[in-house]
């Protein structure tokens, strides 16, 4: 780890002016920026603290919906009474992530803005051709161990899948990232590969995430999140689905869904394709696990990532037959 100048930034407009310099990486749990020091890939030249800012760790919860501040930590989050009866996969979701120690440390707008865990991205002494670390150097993953890569979304460049928990429930449930400057949808915010694997997200220089907004819906009340990794705890999705179900009158006819699938593509994936399947059928397994499979289409597999293309339908499948009832 390198020497560098610290900044305890008095104000959001201070943090973000001082962010705009190259080199710079704002601070606010830590446990992302020294996870990346460590490693070799984070080397900033000036750290910004923001974890006192006032105004940006409070969370709200209305009949409209929930504004969670972007400090406001991940197991305050996890915990609180009222995201936990509005948005149980969201409380879920993070219940699952990372250790209680980190959780207890790590903040929302942070678990955001978390770098993939591709072995190749993270040892650069080892494997110097990576496009996600140095564009246009290529992609060692490619040929290479690909087990916790991604099937989804994916390009020549870069198969590197999205490690985070909460933004695939966030994801689902249409929530929205704010900036000191703009709302984005958060489907919107996390970008493709494509050529330009090094740009993740759509932040611009110098933008910070503020909070993150999720609005209320009955599919958002029964909702859920599944994770399937190799290990119970402390582990990342091989695959996991957030799942919120409304149904009708009658508790057989699917109303309204949504699905959002995680560790099986390059960003937190929407599953439109399985909610369209679903809205207005009725909700038998054998159609769930007949729309599940759809979740698929377009799948691209690197030989030791293909169990995650039969994976990913039986997750969805168990979430949605769980908010059904019939799981």
Do not use: W
């Given at each position: 780890?390198?020497?560098?100048?610290y900044?305890?930034?008095?104000?959001?407009?201070?943090?973000?002016?001082?962010?705009q310099?190259?080199?710079?990486?704002?601070?606010?749990?830590?446990?992302?920026?020294?996870?990346l020091?460590?490693?070799?890939?984070?080397?900033?030249?000036?750290?910004?603290?923001?974890?006192?800012?006032?105004?940006?760790?409070?969370?709200?919860?209305?009949?409209?919906?929930?504004?969670i501040?972007?400090?406001?930590?991940?197991s305050?989050?996890?915990?609180?009474?009222?995201?936990?009866?509005?948005?149980?996969?969201?409380?879920?979701?993070?219940?699952?992530a990372?250790?209680?120690?980190?959780?207890n440390?790590?903040?929302?707008?942070?678990?955001?803005?978390q770098?993939t865990?591709?072995?190749?991205?993270?040892d650069p002494?080892a494997?110097?051709?990576?496009?996600?670390?140095?564009?246009?150097?290529?992609?060692?993953?490619?040929?290479?161990?690909?087990?916790?890569?991604?099937?989804?979304?994916?390009?020549?460049?870069?198969?590197a899948?999205?490690?985070?928990?909460?933004?695939?429930?966030?994801?689902a449930f249409d929530?929205?990232v704010?900036?000191?400057?703009?709302?984005?949808?958060?489907?919107?915010?996390f970008?493709l590969?494509?050529?330009?694997?090094?740009?993740e997200?759509?932040?611009?220089?110098?933008?910070?995430?503020?909070?993150?907004?999720?609005?209320?819906s009955?599919?958002?009340?029964?909702?859920?999140?599944?994770k399937?990794?190799?290990?119970?705890?402390?582990?990342?999705?091989?695959?996991s689905?957030?799942?919120?179900?409304?149904?009708?009158a009658?508790?057989?006819?699917?109303?309204?869904?949504?699905?959002?699938?995680?560790?099986?593509?390059t960003?937190?994936w929407?599953?439109?394709?399985?909610?369209?399947?679903?809205?207005?059928?009725?909700?038998?397994?054998?159609?769930?696990e007949?729309?599940?499979r759809?979740?698929?289409?377009g799948?691209?597999d690197?030989?030791?990532?293909?169990?995650?293309?039969?994976?990913?339908?039986?997750?969805?499948?168990?979430?949605?037959?769980?908010?059904?009832?019939?799981?």
């Open positions: 780890m390198r020497n560098f100048s900044l305890r930034a008095a104000s959001t407009a201070e943090a973000a002016q001082a962010a310099q190259a080199g710079a990486m704002l601070l606010a749990g830590g446990t992302t920026l020294l996870d020091a460590k490693c070799g890939v984070g080397e900033p030249d000036t750290v910004i603290d923001i974890t006192h800012l006032s105004g940006m760790s409070g969370i709200t919860v209305t009949a409209d919906g929930a504004t501040g972007a400090l406001a930590r991940m305050e989050v996890a915990d609180h009474k009222d995201i936990r009866a509005a948005f149980p996969a969201v409380s879920e979701s993070l219940s699952l990372a250790s209680a120690q980190l959780r440390m790590a903040t929302v707008g942070g678990n955001l803005l770098r865990r591709c072995s190749y991205f993270r002494g494997f110097p051709a990576c496009n996600k670390r140095n564009p246009g150097s290529g992609c060692s993953a490619i040929g290479g161990v690909t087990r916790n890569h991604a099937v989804l979304g994916t390009s020549e460049a870069c198969i899948s999205y490690p985070g928990d909460l933004a695939v429930a966030l994801v929530a929205e704010e900036t000191d400057s703009r709302k984005v949808a958060v489907d919107d915010f970008l590969p494509g050529d330009t694997p090094d740009k997200t759509v932040l611009q220089r110098g933008e910070i995430i503020t909070a993150v907004t999720i609005p209320a009955a599919a958002a009340r029964n909702s859920t999140y599944i399937v990794r190799d290990r119970q705890s402390y582990e990342f999705a091989a695959a689905a957030a799942v919120g179900l409304e149904l009708e009658d508790g057989r006819t699917v109303r309204d869904i949504r699905v959002a699938i995680g560790g099986v593509a960003k937190p929407r599953a439109r394709v399985v909610e369209q399947a679903l809205i207005g059928k009725a909700l038998v397994p054998e159609a769930v007949k729309a599940g759809l979740a698929m289409q799948a691209v690197h030989g030791g990532n293909r169990y995650k293309i039969e994976l990913a339908p039986r997750v969805i499948a168990r979430a949605i037959l769980k908010m059904g009832g019939l799981a």
